[in-house]
Nanobody, 127 residues
Framework: QLQLVESGGGLVQPGGSLRLSCAAT????????IGWFRQAPGKEREGVSCINSSSGSTNYEDSVKGRFTISRDNAKNTVYLQMNSLKPEDTAVYYC????????????????????WGQGTQVTVSS
């Protein structure tokens, strides 16, 4: 059974950093794209970042470009989201999910189907 587990969330002050992890169980991440999404209270879920499987190419939502970095460690079967210079508007529950289309993370990625969603990890940015 394909399962993703997010971790690494927490409470951080504005300007601080967090590193989220998305660990896979029951399958090998090597062959799949992984997307990070977030949902703030009262708002729709939005795509944050995505990393392809074969090329390792990445994509970012405009508001996080230059602050967030997505990476993958296939040996650990884990994808990371390094979040720096955090802002209160980054507060949300963050989720990771699997993308199965070749070059899933190319332009328009957040509108493509994703599956095997994790349970989410809460990120709160507040002073």
């Amino acid at each position: 059974q394909l399962q993703l587990v997010e971790s690494g969330g927490g409470l951080v002050q504005p300007g601080g950093s967090l590193r989220l992890s998305c660990a896979a169980t029951g399958f090998t991440l090597d062959y799949y794209a992984i997307g990070w999404f977030r949902q703030a209270p009262g708002k729709e879920r939005e795509g944050v970042s995505c990393i392809n499987s074969s090329s390792g190419s990445t994509n970012y939502e405009d508001s996080v470009k230059g602050r967030f970095t997505i990476s993958r460690d296939n040996a650990k079967n884990t994808v990371y989201l390094q979040m720096n210079s955090l802002k209160p508007e980054d507060t949300a529950v963050y989720y990771c999910a699997v993308g199965r289309i070749f070059e899933h993370c190319s332009s328009g990625w957040s509108s493509r189907p994703f599956g095997s969603w994790g349970q989410g990890t809460q990120v709160t940015v507040s002073s």
